[in-house]
């Protein structure tokens, strides 16, 4: 089972009608027929409303809001309703409320709230999902099961250390093989009944939040344990809703580089993958093309949705900026370029009350249809109506993969050393912008991704090395693949353990280097790194950490030019097979990575393109009938005009492209040229 059915990208967004009066309705779906809304995510937090107590349930509300939207046309995403507990259940049951880091038993209040290994929420949240599918599932209306609500966070309660056990003994099946994979030697921790194991917290193993913590190894199979607990609930009501509807895809809306859950895991279990996209700012572009890229490698490359995105801005920040005219169109057709196959909102009209009533709506308190926000959705609305369904089920053709792993991410952000000012998250924006700006498509996969279709991979900070992941780099070396990896990596096993070998570990032989020593410095502190041989080099800044790399057959492609270990290897690459491997032992600025960058690529005739046009993104897709869609995407606020490096038709207009013709982008404009073979 793979995406709803649909003949354009799906164009709507979260509707909760049982907010506001049923007169206004009849108002909203006028308005949704003005701005082309075609889809709504109905009943997100509906559950106190469906069953306003344990013995009762009462779906009237529901039935005449699903009723309503099937009977003006409109495709439905309907949500089982448990993203929020109801109050009734919290006092009923205070164990369902979870227990926080510090140790705290909170009570009833806010969302995304239940402890994930209460059994009373796990039976009740599955028979509510049973109830709204055997319900709904006959609506015609119905394309889409949406489960839930952003999962995440975290429990630290009793049920929680319990059900942790459970895990671990399945895990490890003996207390032997786990005070191994702990260390737990170390700080006199041997443990010697499994009753003693309780949840790293503020009260156990940890000082000064959740990634400082004295036992890597119980913290980091605590996220492990915690985010299959909750996908645990999520397949307990994916199970429900299948018992009466066998065929409808089911999702629930991901959150993109969010650190709790790990997506990889939960992947196989959502018949399609979704997410919501609120960039922390307004130059983010970088960030969310690779957080789209990471959305769509859930799925094996496979379209997903954007579930929901702000029209305007969102509330939940200290400061909530506007978006700019045109973005929410930019923005929108960047998510189509790189592989959604649905545009929805948050919302579709705005709240009256409580903590949301300054998010952005399509429509406003005022119902209006002559806002900016609102004219800007309507354009939007009728550029997918012009696309009809040219760009649904294509897919990216990458020869590049980026490999992410929350395991590398968990493991390296809870390390005591070498540096706490690296970040994963911020890595991979920033060595993803060298292939974004250079205009080649990515693909961003698991480390258990089949890496044969690439010619390049490039997996910055991986510093956990697991099952069969250094020979299959390998293979993609001999094969004369080139990977590219960095400082940090190699470093440890699946159990946060360090390899007791020399540094890169089992990623030595295809690199050809040793690291004996690292030097981590204050983010102010520069290393000039000198790239190439000295009548064509670059020198570029590294920061952060800096390894002392010693060349074991690799060649020197970068030197440090500061402090005791100037003159001596920053990058390195080495021939394997047919192909090499490269390793970039300091943190480069983007003009050196970007610098690595272009010299991996020029060994692969791989399509860049604009390369030398900032800010104007491209992405490709190619449609199941081989038809090659480029997207074109300029997030200048101000008009652009370069060469065209490609020819086609532009699909919003209708015109003509001509390779080498001066071609004009207005601000934030796109064109999504259908390329010429
Ligand atoms: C999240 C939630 C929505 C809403 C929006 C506001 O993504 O899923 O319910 O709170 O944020 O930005
Ligand atoms: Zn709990």
Not at 77 to 87: H, M
Not at 422 to 432: A, D, E, K, P
Request: charged content about 25%; some cysteine.
């Amino acid at each position: 089972m793979t995406l709803p059915n649909n003949t354009k990208i799906a164009y709507g967004g979260d509707y909760n009608p049982e907010q506001w009066p049923q007169e206004v309705w009849a108002r909203d779906y006028e308005l949704f027929d003005l701005a082309g809304i075609d889809t709504v995510t109905l009943g997100v937090f509906d559950w106190a409303l469906n069953q306003p107590a344990l013995d009762r349930y009462d779906f009237d509300l529901l039935d005449r809001i699903v009723a309503r939207a099937g009977a003006e046309g409109r495709q439905i995403c309907l949500a089982t309703g448990t993203g929020a507990l109801p109050p009734w259940l919290a006092k009923l049951h205070p164990e369902v409320n979870r227990t926080d880091f510090e140790g705290r038993r909170h009570r009833y209040g806010q969302r995304h709230n239940a402890c994930p290994s209460s059994p009373v929420f796990q039976r009740l949240s599955a028979e509510l999902a049973r109830r709204v599918a055997r319900r709904y599932a006959g609506s015609e209306a119905v394309i889409a099961w949406h489960i839930g609500n952003e999962y995440g966070g975290a429990c630290y309660c009793e049920l929680c250390g319990a059900a942790f056990r459970d895990w671990l003994k399945k895990r490890y099946a003996s207390l032997e093989r786990l005070n191994e994979a702990w260390y737990t030697t170390f700080w006199s921790h041997r443990f010697t009944d499994w009753d003693e194991i309780e949840p790293p917290s503020a009260l156990t193993e940890h000082w000064r939040g959740p990634d400082h913590t004295a036992f890597q190894g119980i913290t980091l199979d605590y996220r492990r344990f915690m985010s299959e607990a909750m996908l645990a609930n999520f397949i307990a009501e994916k199970e429900a809703i299948r018992e009466s509807s066998p065929d409808l895809p089911i999702t629930t809306n991901f959150m993109g580089m969010y650190q709790p859950i790990d997506y990889h895991r939960w992947a196989e279990h959502l018949d399609f993958a979704s997410w919501d996209n609120y960039p922390p700012d307004d130059t983010s572009q970088a960030r969310m093309a690779l957080t789209h890229d990471l959305m769509r490698g859930l799925k094996g490359g496979q379209p997903f949705w954007v579930m929901e995105q702000t029209p305007s801005t969102t509330a939940c920040r200290d400061v909530n900026p506007l978006k700019r005219p045109g973005v929410l169109g930019l923005w929108s057709w960047q998510s189509v370029a790189h592989g959604a196959d649905a545009v929805l909102y948050f919302q579709m009209r705005a709240s009256k009350g409580a903590s949301e009533k300054y998010h952005g709506a399509v429509i406003g308190h005022g119902g209006r249809s002559d806002t900016r926000v609102f004219t800007e959705t309507a354009r939007l609305g009728e550029q997918f109506a012009r696309l009809g369904g040219a760009s649904l089920g294509a897919r990216t053709p990458a020869r590049t993969a980026l490999i992410f792993d929350w395991d590398s991410w968990w493991a390296l952000e809870m390390s005591d050393g070498p540096s706490r000012l690296l970040r994963y998250g911020q890595t991979m924006i920033t060595v993803y912008s060298a292939l974004w700006e250079l205009g080649v498509d990515v693909d961003v996969v698991p480390v258990t991704a089949d890496l044969d279709g690439y010619d390049v991979v490039v997996a910055p900070l991986l510093h956990m090395v697991k099952g069969d992941l250094a020979q299959r780099l390998e293979a993609v070396a001999a094969r004369g693949g080139s990977v590219v990896t960095t400082l940090l990596s190699g470093r440890v096993d699946e159990d946060d353990n360090a390899f007791l070998a020399d540094v890169p570990g089992p990623l030595a032989p295809l690199l050809g280097v040793r690291v004996d020593e690292w030097d981590a410095r204050e983010a102010d502190v520069v290393n000039p790194v000198r790239l190439g041989t000295s009548d064509d080099s670059v020198v570029s800044d590294s920061r952060l950490v800096f390894e002392l790399v010693i060349p074991q057959g690799a060649e020197v492609v970068g030197v440090y030019e500061q402090d005791f270990y100037a003159g001596t290897p920053a990058v390195t690459r080495n021939t394997f097979g047919e192909g090499e491997g490269w390793y970039i032992g300091a943190m480069l600025d983007k003009p050196g990575l970007s610098w690595v960058i272009r010299e991996v690529l020029k060994r692969h005739d791989i399509e860049t393109r604009y390369a030398d046009v900032p800010d104007l993104e491209s992405a490709e897709r190619v449609t199941p009938d081989g038809t090659r869609l480029l997207f074109l995407l300029n997030h200048r606020a101000e008009a652009l005009e370069v060469e065209a490096q490609h020819s086609g038709t532009d699909l919003l207009t209708g015109t003509h492209v001509e390779k080498g013709e001066r071609i004009r982008f207005e601000p934030c404009g796109v064109k999504v040229l259908r390329r010429t073979p």
